[in-house]
């Protein structure tokens, strides 16, 4: 069993930054994936970026390379999302995930409202 827990989000104007935190609690081997997907009013849920146990060779949507950074702090079984330049479509909940392997993520978090504001 695994539970994860976001915070970070909120409001802010477009050119704003926010960072977003996601702690987890996995009861199995340390060495798993976590990331970042979001969900828009109207859209599907969409990968954002992911990072391995290393923390080395991240992987990034498109929609947000050069704005984004994903980090983690595996003493505290944390992931950051860094998000610079934030722009009005990137309004949407944002979810933390946990894949145990190379398939689709095993774990979710509950999610966490970003708005960003024209």
């Known amino acids: 069993q695994g539970q994860l827990v976001e915070s970070g989000g909120g409001l802010v104007q477009a050119g704003g930054s926010l960072r977003l935190s996601c702690v987890a609690s996995v009861r199995t081997s340390s060495l798993y994936n976590m990331g970042w997907f979001r969900q828009a009013p109207g859209k599907e849920r969409e990968f954002v970026a992911e990072?391995?146990?290393?923390?080395?060779?991240?992987r990034y949507a498109d929609s947000v390379k050069g704005r984004f950074t994903i980090s983690r702090d595996n003493a505290k079984n944390t992931v950051y999302l860094q998000m610079n330049m934030l722009k009005p479509e990137d309004t949407a909940v944002y979810y933390c995930?946990?894949?145990?392997?190379?398939?689709?993520?095993?774990?979710w978090g509950q999610g966490t409202q970003v708005t960003v504001s024209s």
């Open positions: 990072t391995n146990w290393s923390g080395r060779n991240p």
């Open positions: 995930a946990v894949s145990l392997g190379a398939g689709p993520p095993d774990y």
